[in-house]
């Protein structure tokens, strides 16, 4: 019959098409969580990938476990307001999957804010579409930055950031970037490729030793600093010995 070809032909409705660029900022945001993969250089295995999609602005933070209340800490770095309608302001909506992490301490803590956290359907991430398909393009981006600067895996949290950061400072179609739509104005701090040559202020030189010391940029930090990586210090080690570091006092090779 008719209704059996129906019920035989049934299949999992698509997303919505959608540009992801509708409304204000912070009117809605979609929040997932990625990985598990192998750990990074400070044992954390997995990313909290933002996207906010009134503005186009995106953010993530590496956590060591799923938690919820390691998910809250990596969310309120992301969006620190505790309101909707007074600056600094948190999402007005908030899409998340139907993961455990967003439950118990994190659902509590940001429902008190006034936001409405939206979950997807179960075992369906076309429901939460928008930041589900940034999460592929992070990951392949941040593939690429690693292996354009030559740095090993255990990088991918840096290169990660570092190449949502830099996509967030780029004019979109609307000749302004994600970044000025979200916070009203501009970075002045300079992008720069992941793992570029710089040379940075050591303050623990030696008596006769020369203050710049070889490191490479893998990030960026507030007040326009830096985060450098001491190159020589983890080559020498083999490795072993991550020194890293947040600096103005910074001079990059062109």
């Not at 992801?20 to 909290?48: A, I, K, M, N, S």
């Not at 080690?237 to 570091?245: A, D, F």
């Amino acid at each position: 019959s008719c209704a059996s070809w129906g019920r035989a032909k049934l299949k999992r409705e698509g997303a919505f098409a959608t540009s992801g660029g509708e409304g204000q900022p912070l009117e809605r945001v979609g929040v997932d969580l990625v990985g598990p993969t192998l750990p990074d250089v400070h044992g954390r295995t997995l990313l909290v990938n933002s996207r906010d999609l009134g503005s186009g602005y995106r953010d993530c933070n590496a956590i060591a476990d799923k938690q919820p209340s390691s998910v809250l800490l990596a969310y309120n770095d992301m969006y620190p307001g505790t309101r909707w309608d007074q600056p600094p302001q948190c999402p007005r909506e908030l899409g998340v999957d139907s993961g455990t992490e967003f439950l118990g301490e994190f659902y509590a803590e940001v429902s008190k804010r006034g936001t409405k956290i939206i979950p997807g359907l179960p075992h369906r991430s076309e429901t939460n579409a928008v930041v589900e398909r940034d999460n592929g393009e992070l990951q392949r981006g941040a593939a690429t930055t690693l292996d354009t600067a030559g740095f090993p895996y255990r990088f991918w949290s840096y290169a990660a950031k570092h190449y949502q950061h830099n996509r967030t400072r780029v004019p979109d179609t609307t000749g302004k970037s994600p970044f000025l739509q979200r916070f009203g104005y501009e970075d002045p701090q300079e992008l720069v490729p992941f793992g570029c040559l710089a040379y940075y202020h050591h303050d623990e030189h030696l008596k006769f030793e020369g203050r710049g010391r070889e490191g490479a940029i893998i990030g960026y930090d507030a007040h326009s600093a830096y985060i450098v990586l001491d190159v020589r210090r983890y080559v020498e080690s083999g490795g072993h010995q991550v020194s890293i570091y947040s600096t103005r006092d910074v001079r990059i090779d062109r």
